[in-house]
């Protein structure tokens, strides 16, 4: 069956509701585990059936947000989600409370009621019309970024399709089509402004109504994380300011060099080479292939997931007209199918996506026979430790996508994720500040960003342009919008990461072995317990930081990459 088959019904709300009432009461009323355990298993049927929907809505919105039909469709979920959420909180209440928890608890793990509790925590009913408003603005925001239409050399480009010309050789260019990229979002800044206020004031006003403080916690306890809190993140963030940020200026000081400029202006940042960046060597089709190559030599298990996402055509790969922007993985529960979206637009990030979202698709295809929801994907600070590092297990075949460029693919590669953190760590940081002080005005806020982004990349030289100085670069981060606090988590997972780079390159075996392990875990455990399982060192230690990066810096040393 192709993606194409799967088939979309909207949810009759009324109907599920009465279904959901009924399993509850017979989940409370029943007299003994067994039965408690066979309602679990209908509820997670009734559940999966509303995800599988949801899900299919918000893909084939986002391949082409100008279809009016799931623009429609996506209205009507972005409206009932809470709704939905409802129900799963009214399951939650009687799952917690139930007389056989201790037997339950023995059966599905004490994961799924760690969640249920913070979820008890963050919901009610009567922040439902507030989770209603705030749907209505994150897809505000994706529809505002997929209406970009920017004219550059002669043609009308939406901003993933701006990329290539970012990187180019040729310094005008670049700074051009910088420029042109930037222009959009200096020209909607005060809808971009107005979405955000809006978003920031409907989530304080959630959080305060909860009885929280302020969003902070509400957000940590909406991520599901039951085992670090804001204190041991901030700790983490000392740790990257002291450990990571020289090594970052270093880097990028050579990368000036390697330029031969006097000065690395933004603009420069994207190009890592004067012969030009690593980019694969076919089209979307030849990379598809050669992805089908690299995962049937790296194990018998990549092979039969990878030969499933592409008979069924659970990839959306290249940038069009209308298709939202970035790239993700998702799960449609009731095809036991992960999806993978993205925009190949020419660069390297067509092979960063293809292993990079393939990790996530990888683990929740590895995930899928767990009964319980809960449990297909972990907590997003988790879930992108599959994601990361499945970009460095696959090295050994960079040579298929990039040929004569693989070194440089390799240097820029790793080079770009060590940078990368200093860089999440700036959005943590000023997402703190954001829901801490949730009437600061946009101008404060853009303010506080170019600050901490001083800090963290003390670096960067924004030159002239005035909308980049006075702090807009945000804006153009989603995850911002949509997912407060869920950024830090790709740095927790790029610290682990590193240690399957470090753990491949000394025993491949081995590092499978820790790699699979913890993709046939799921969600089924808390973060750090997750990183245990994987032989991880836990990356809020203090010292951690500094110990992982000392072997990826003897790499860069050791490689002359003004010969690149």
Known sequence: MRFSDYKYERPDIEKISKEFDNLLEKFENAKDVETQNEVIRQINKLRNTIDTMGTLVNIRHSINTEDEFYKKEQDFIDENEPNFQNLVFKYYKVLVNSRFRKELEGKWGSQVFNLAELQLKSFSEEIIDDLVNENRLTTEYDNLIASAKIEFEGETRNLSQMFPFIESKDRDVRKKAYEAYTNFFEENESEFDRIYDELVKVRDKMAKKLGYKNYVQFGYDRLGRTDYDSKMVANYRKQVYESLVPVVVELMDRQRKRLGLDELRYYDEPLWYLTGNATPKGSPEWILDNGKKMYKELSKETDQFFKFMVERELLDLVSKRGKMSGGYCTIIPDYNSPFIFSNFNGTSGDVGVLTHEAGHAFQSFMSMDYELPEYKFPTYEACEIHSMSMEFITWPW?????????????????????????????????????????????????????????????????????????????????????????????????????????????????????????????????????VKLGNLENPFVDGTISKVVKPLKEYLDSVDDSKL
């Open 398 to 530: 960079m040579e298929l996508f990039f040929e004569d460029d693989v070194e440089k693919y390799k240097f820029s590669h790793l080079s770009d994720a060590i940078n990368f953190i200093p860089y999440g760590t700036t959005v943590d940081e000023f997402q703190h500040f954001i829901y801490e002080n949730p009437e600061a005005t946009p101008e404060m806020r853009k303010s506080k960003w170019r600050e901490i982004e001083k800090k963290y990349l003390p670096f960067r030289d924004y030159e002239d342009n005035d909308f980049l100085n006075r702090g807009g670069y945000w804006f153009k981060q989603g995850h911002i919008f949509q997912t407060p606090f869920y950024y830090i988590d790709y740095t927790l997972a790029q610290v682990c990461a590193f240690q399957f780079w470090i753990k491949d390159r000394e025993n491949h075996e081995k590092a499978w072995e820790d790699y699979m392990r913890l993709c046939k875990a799921g969600g089924s455990l808390p973060f750090l317990e997750l």
